[in-house]
C-alpha cells in the first residue's frame, strides 16, 4: 500500500518504483500461497481461524490497489510488465479466496464475511468486473466480419481511426467501452494499431482471472441465497458470469467428513466440441444401452468410470488429430519462437506444404502436356527423318532403358513410403521423435524476461552449476507460457524449470502420438503427465541466451540448409500423418460416401440383361475379359441350340454404361480402403487402450499372472501375459508406472526375481530392453528398434476387433467388386450398420445368438434322427418319376439327410407334404405317426422357438431402450433420486441434472484431474484423485444431494 500511495499521484512508474512493486509483488504472492496451502483440505479450523484476523481488511486492501492500477497501468504501454505483475498477483488472491471456500456451507460463517467484504468493496469489485467485462469481449470483436471489413489489406494492422469505426460497427461495446479502450491502444512506428496482438495481450489474462472471479461468484451466489448485498453485485458481474458459465463445470462430492460439498472447475472449449462428436455420442448410447441392466451402485458406478475413461482417452486422441488442434499446435510453436526472440522460420503448417506440392505437380503435369505442342511434334518428327535406321534402333533402345529405369525407382520409392506409412500406423509418432535429429525449440522460461534476451552472453552456464541435471533435457510445457509471449512467473521471486532425469523419460499416451515432432513431454511417478522435477533457475531481469552452439538464430544459411538435408523417410512420416489425420477425422463421411457409392453401382445393376450368342462368335465378349460380361454356368435350356451360352451385359443402356461402372467400382473401393485406415487411426487406439487398462487393472489390483493363473480355457487371458514383458506395455495406458507398482505391491509375497522376469524389469527400475538397446544389430535401425513382440500381440488384438474385421471384409468384398460387379450387392446390408434404427432389428438377431445356435444345432439333430428312420424304414416314399425317370431321394444318408434339411423343415406341413401318400400302404400307420411328430417337434415347435428368440430379442431392445430412456428422465443417473423430489421446485430436476449433477461434467472433472499436474490440486482434487487411484467411488453422492442436505439441516 506505500509504493501505491507514494506512486498514486505519478502518471508514471519509473524503473526504480516499477523494481520495488515486483519485490513487494513476490512477497505478496508467496504469502497468498502459503495461506492457500494451510487452508487447503479443506482445513475448517485453519479456514475459521484465517477468517478471523485481520485477512478481509488485506483483501479489500488489495481490491482497491487491483482495480486503480489495472484502470491506470492499461492505458500505458510501456507499463504493461508491472500490469502483467499485478494480474498475476490477482489471480493468486483468488485462488487463495476460493481455498477459504473449499467445504462452504449454506450461509456459513467465512462465505458471510467474504460477501460483506466484496460488497464493502463493490466500488473497486466493479472496477475490476468492468475491466474483464471490456477485454472478455475484445476476440468476438475484433473477429467480426463488421471489424474485419476495416482491415482491408487482411495484415492484421489498421489505423486508431479505423480501429474505432470497426468497434462502432461490430456493436459489442458501448461508447464509453470504445473511449477507454481506445485510451489502451498503443501505436507502432507507423502509426497503425496491430489489433491482433493488443488482443491477445488484454483478453487472455482477462479470461485467465476472470473465470476465478467468476467461480467465487457463482460459489457465493449459490451458498449464501436470499443476500441483497450480493445480488445487486451479481447484476453488475451478469455479462462476465454469462461469458463463463458455459465453460464453468460443477459437481458434488460426498467428502471425507461425510457432508456433500460441491467442486467447480474448469471445461476447455476442445472438450465440449469433442464430447458431440458422433463417434463420443454412439459411445454414450452403448453405455447407456448396456448399463441399465447393472444390479447395485458399486458396478454401476464402476461401469461408469470405465465409460469415463474411455471417452477421455478417445476425446483426446480425436482431438489431437484434429485441425484446429494440429493449427494452434503450430500458432503456438510459432508464438513461443518470438517470445524467444527468434525469428520466425516461415515454416508451413502441414495442409500448406501438401497444398504446395499438389501445385507443384499440377505444373509439371502441365509442363510434360506442353511438350506435346504442335511446335514440338514437328520439330521431333523433323529429327527423327534425318536419324538413320542405326541411329534410330538405338534410340529406341536407350529410351526405353531409361523409361524402365525411372519405373523401377518411382514403385521402389512408393513401395518404400508405403512401408514407411505401415510401420509409422504400427508404431505413432513417438519412434520419430526418438529419432528427430532436429534440434529442440528454445521456449521461453518462466519467470525469465525474454525482453533483455541477448545473443552474446550464455545460458549453459546457468543449467551446468545444477547437480545431476543434463542441459539438453531442459524444457518448458508449452502451457507455462502467456498468450502475450512473455513465460508466467508462478513462483514470485524463483523461476522454475522442468528437468527430466533420462531414465525417466516416458512416453505419452497414444491420444499424443499424432502431434507434433517438436513436442516435448514430461512424466512424474506419482500420477502420468505430470512434471518429474522442479529445479530454479534464476531470477528475471538475468540476461541469458536460449540458444546452443548448435544452433545460432542469426545463422540463416545454416537453418535453410538443415531444412534442405530433412531425411527422407522424416519427409514421408510427415506427409504419412498428415494423410493418417486427414481420413480419421472424415472416417464418418467416408462411410456415407462408400454407401452412396453401393446404391449408385446396384442401380446400374439393375440394367444388367441376359444375352444368347453362339460360342463360335467373335462379337461376344466373354466374363474373362470383362468384369461385366459374366458367363452362366448351365445356363442352356433343351430348346436352345447345342453351341450357344448366355452372358451379362450392358449393350441396350449406352456405351457410356461400362466405363461409368468400372469407375464407380474402383472409386469403392477406394473409398473403403480410407475407411479402414481411418478406422485404424480414430477407432484402433480406444481399443488398444481398454485393452491395456484391462490388462493393467488384473495385474495391479487381482494379481492375475502373480497371485493366481488363468483358467485353461481363458485363451484370451494367456494371450495377454505375452504384452507384459515387452518394453512396450503400457503404450496407450496412461499410467505408465503400472509394471513399478505391482511389483512393490506384490514383492514381499512373492519372489522379487520372478515377478521381475514376467514384467521384463531388471533388479532396479529400469527395463531390460535398455541393456538390449546397447547391442549391435546387423538389421537397420527403424526394424531393430521395433517391439515386435509388442506389435504381434496388438496386430492380433486389432484383428479379433468386430468393427475391425467388418471393415476388413468389406473392403476385400470391394476389391472382389471389381471383377464380378454382383459383389457390391453385399454393401447394402451396411445400411444396417450405418442407420440406429435397422441397427436394432439386426441386433434382434444377434442378441441371443447364443441360444439361436444352439436351437439351429438341436433342430439338425432332430432332423438327423428322421432322416435315420427314413432311410431304414421309408425309403420307398422318396422315390419321385419325372419324365420317366426316377430320382431316388433318400437311397444314401446325406441326400435323404439334406433333403429333409431343404424340403422338411421348408414344408409348412413338414416332410409329408414333399413325399408321397401313404394311402392303402402296410406302412400307413407309422407313416402317419412319422409326418405328425416331425410336423410337431420340428415345425410348431423348434422353429417357433427360433422365431420367438428374435421376436424377444427385438422387444427386450426396444424395453431397453425405452428403460433407458425413462431412467434417465425420472431419475438422477448420479445419485438416483426421483423427479418427484425436485419437481417441488419448478423445473427442479432439470436444473438439477444440468447444473448440480450433470451426467458429462464428472467426465469432465476426471479429465480436469488427470490432465492437471497433481503438486497443483486443491484439497478437495486430491482427496478424490487418491480415491479414485484406489478403485474407491465412494465419494459420488449416491442417494443423497447438496440441496437435499440443505433442507435436512434446515429442518
Not at 298 to 304: A, D, G, I, T, V
Not at 361 to 371: A, E, F
Not at 582 to 596: G, V
Request: proline letters at 3%; aromatic letters at 12%.
Amino acid at each position: 500500500m506505500d509504493f501505491y500511495w507514494h506512486y498514486s499521484g505519478k502518471d508514471v512508474i519509473d524503473v526504480a518504483g516499477k523494481e520495488n512493486f515486483v519485490r513487494a509483488i513476490r512477497v505478496a504472492k508467496q504469502v497468498f500461497r502459503s495461506l492457500t496451502e494451510y487452508i487447503q483440505g479443506p482445513c475448517a479450523q485453519n479456514q475459521l481461524a484465517l477468517a478471523h484476523s485481520r485477512l478481509w481488511d488485506a483483501v479489500g486492501g488489495f481490491l482497491y490497489i487491483f482495480a486503480h492500477m489495472q484502470d491506470k497501468l492499461s492505458k500505458d504501454p510501456e507499463q504493461l510488465e508491472l500490469l502483467r505483475e499485478f494480474m498475476k498477483l490477482q489471480k493468486d488472491m483468488m485462488i487463495m479466496l476460493l481455498s477459504m471456500l473449499e467445504g462452504n456451507v449454506m450461509n456459513g460463517p467465512i462465505g458471510k464475511q467474504m460477501v460483506d467484504t466484496l460488497v464493502e468493496s463493490s466500488a473497486n469489485v466493479e472496477m475490476i468486473l468492468k475491466f474483464f467485462d471490456i477485454f472478455l469481449k475484445m476476440k468476438d470483436l475484433t473477429t467480426s466480419e463488421a471489424f474485419l471489413a476495416f482491415d482491408k489489406n487482411q495484415d492484421g494492422v489498421i489505423s486508431r481511426k479505423e480501429f474505432r469505426n470497426g468497434m462502432m460497427a461490430s456493436n459489442k461495446c458501448t461508447r464509453e467501452e470504445i473511449d477507454y479502450i481506445m485510451m489502451c491502444v498503443d501505436t507502432n512506428q507507423d502509426g497503425k494499431v496491430d489489433f491482433m496482438e493488443f488482443t491477445e495481450r488484454f483478453h487472455n489474462p482477462a479470461k485467465d482471472i476472470g473465470f476465478n472471479v467468476a467461480v467465487l461468484l457463482t460459489n457465493l451466489a449459490e451458498h449464501m441465497p436470499n443476500n441483497p448485498g450480493l445480488e445487486k453485485l451479481l447484476e453488475k458481474a451478469k455479462s462476465v458470469l454469462d461469458y463463463f458459465q458455459p465453460y464453468l463445470g460443477r459437481i458434488e462430492i460426498l467428502g471425507g467428513s461425510g457432508r456433500l460439498e460441491r467442486i467447480y472447475f474448469e471445461i476447455k472449449q476442445s472438450h465440449i466440441d469433442q464430447w458431440e462428436k458422433p463417434q463420443i455420442k454412439e459411445s454414450k448410447r452403448s453405455f447407456l444401452h448396456s448399463v441399465v441392466n447393472e444390479g447395485g451402485d458399486k458396478e454401476k458406478l464402476e461401469s461408469f468410470v470405465n465409460f469415463c475413461e474411455d471417452t477421455i482417452f478417445e476425446m483426446q486422441h480425436a482431438n489431437s488429430i484434429s485441425a484446429e488442434e494440429q493449427t494452434a499446435h503450430m500458432a503456438q510453436i510459432q508464438a513461443m519462437r518470438s517470445a524467444a526472440g527468434i525469428p520466425s522460420t516461415g515454416e508451413e503448417s502441414m495442409y500448406q506444404k501438401f497444398k504446395t506440392k499438389v501445385g507443384e505437380g499440377r505444373h509439371m503435369l502441365w509442363s510434360l502436356l506442353s511438350i506435346l505442342s504442335w511446335k514440338n511434334i514437328k520439330h521431333g518428327a523433323a529429327i527423327i527423318r534425318a536419324m538413320t535406321l542405326t541411329e534410330l534402333f538405338l534410340a529406341i533402345i536407350k529410351l526405353s532403358f531409361n523409361c524402365s529405369v525411372m519405373s523401377v525407382k518411382f514403385a521402389a520409392k512408393l513401395l518404400w513410403m508405403l512401408v514407411l506409412w505401415i510401420i509409422t500406423m504400427m508404431m505413432g509418432e513417438k519412434d520419430s521423435r526418438e529419432h528427430d535429429e532436429e534440434p529442440r525449440l528454445p521456449l521461453a522460461l518462466e519467470g525469465i524476461d525474454i525482453s533483455h534476451v541477448t545473443t552474446g552472453e550464455s545460458l549453459a552456464p546457468n543449467i551446468m552449476e545444477m547437480p545431476d541435471i543434463d542441459p539438453e533435457r531442459v524444457t518448458v510445457a508449452p502451457d507455462e507460457v502467456s498468450s502475450d509471449g512473455m513465460a508466467s512467473d508462478s513462483d514470485g521471486g524463483t523461476s522454475e524449470v522442468e528437468m527430466t532425469p533420462p531414465e525417466e523419460d516416458i512416453k505419452q499416451p497414444v491420444s499424443s502420438q499424432l502431434s507434433d515432432a517438436n513436442k516435448t513431454t514430461t512424466q512424474q511417478n506419482q500420477k502420468p503427465g505430470k512434471s518429474a522435477l522442479n529445479v530454479p533457475l534464476g531470477t528475471p531481469g538475468e540476461k541469458i541466451n536460449t540458444t546452443t552452439d548448435e544452433e545460432t538464430p542469426g545463422d540463416e544459411s545454416q537453418e535453410d540448409q538443415s531444412k534442405e538435408d530433412l531425411p527422407y523417410t522424416k519427409k514421408a512420416n510427415e506427409y504419412g500423418n498428415f494423410l493418417m489425420s486427414l481420413f480419421a477425422r472424415n472416417f464418418y463421411k467416408f462411410k456415407l460416401i462408400a454407401l452412396s457409392l453401393a446404391f449408385a453401382i446396384n442401380f446400374i445393376l439393375l440394367f444388367y440383361r441376359v444375352k444368347s450368342s453362339s460360342l463360335e462368335s467373335s462379337t461376344s465378349i466373354e466374363l474373362t475379359e470383362s468384369p461385366s460380361n459374366e458367363t452362366v454356368d448351365g445356363a442352356t435350356d433343351s430348346g436352345e441350340e447345342a453351341g450357344s451360352a448366355e452372358t451379362l451385359d450392358l449393350s441396350n443402356t449406352g456405351y457410356y454404361m461400362e466405363p461409368l461402372m468400372m469407375m464407380l467400382a474402383f472409386l469403392h473401393s477406394l473409398v473403403s480402403f480410407f475407411m479402414l485406415v481411418a478406422y485404424y487411426i480414430l477407432k484402433v487406439p480406444l481399443v488398444i487402450f481398454k485393452r491395456e487398462k484391462e490388462i493393467a487393472r488384473l495385474l495391479e489390483f487381482d494379481g492375475l499372472w502373480i497371485v493366481e493363473q488363468p483358467s485353461e480355457d481363458d485363451v484370451k487371458a494367456h494371450w495377454d501375459k505375452v504384452v507384459l514383458s515387452t518394453r512396450s506395455f503400457p503404450d496407450s495406458y496412461w499410467d505408465k508406472f503400472v509394471k513399478k507398482k505391482v511389483r512393490n505391491k506384490y514383492s514381499e509375497q512373492y519372489d522379487y526375481d520372478e515377478i521381475s522376469n514376467l514384467l521384463g524389469m531388471e533388479k532396479g527400475d529400469s527395463m531390460k530392453f535398455e541393456k538390449e538397446k546397447k547391442q549391435m544389430s546387423l538389421l537397420p535401425s527403424f526394424i531393430s528398434d521395433i517391439d515386435w513382440q509388442y506389435q504381434i500381440w496388438k496386430l492380433v488384438v486389432i484383428f479379433t476387433d468386430n468393427s475391425f474385421l467388418y471393415l476388413m471384409w468389406y473392403f476385400l468384398f470391394s476389391v472382389f467388386g471389381n471383377f464380378n460387379y454382383f459383389f457390391f450387392a453385399a454393401h447394402l446390408l451396411d445400411v444396417a450398420i450405418s442407420f440406429k434404427t435397422l441397427r436394432t432389428i439386426l441386433q434382434s438377431v444377434t442378441h441371443n445368438g447364443k441360444q439361436l445356435v444352439l436351437t439351429v444345432m438341436l433342430t439338425s439333430v432332430i432332423v438327423y434322427i428322421y432322416t435315420v428312420i427314413a432311410f431304414n424304414f421309408f425309403r420307398k416314399f422318396y422315390i419321385k418319376e419325372e419324365n420317366g425317370e426316377k430320382d431316388f431321394k433318400c437311397h444314401d444318408m446325406k441326400t435323404c439327410f439334406i433333403f429333409h434339411l431343404y424340403a422338411g423343415v421348408r414344408a409348412g406341413g413338414g416332410i409329408g407334404d414333399e413325399i408321397e401318400s401313404p394311402d392303402g400302404d402296410p406302412y400307413e400307420a407309422y407313416r402317419i405317426l412319422f409326418d405328425i411328430t416331425f410336423f410337431f417337434f420340428v415345425i410348431i415347435i423348434l422353429l417357433a422357438i427360433i422365431q420367438g428368440l428374435i421376436i424377444d430379442a427385438f422387444g427386450e431392445l426396444r424395453d431397453q431402450l425405452e428403460q433407458v430412456k425413462e431412467d434417465m428422465e425420472s431419475k438422477c443417473f448420479i445419485c438416483g433420486i426421483g423427479k418427484e423430489y425436485f419437481d417441488k421446485v419448478p423445473h427442479g430436476f432439470e436444473q438439477h441434472v444440468m447444473n448440480e449433477h450433470n451426467f458429462a461434467n464428472y467426465m469432465f472433472f476426471l479429465m480436469h484431474l488427470i490432465n492437471k499436474p497433481d503438486t497443483e490440486y486443491t484439497g478437495q482434487e486430491t482427496y478424490v484423485w487418491e480415491l479414485y487411484q484406489q478403485r474407491c467411488w465412494d465419494f459420488f453422492p449416491v442417494g443423497n444431494c447438496f440441496r437435499k442436505q440443505y433442507e435436512d439441516g434446515t429442518e
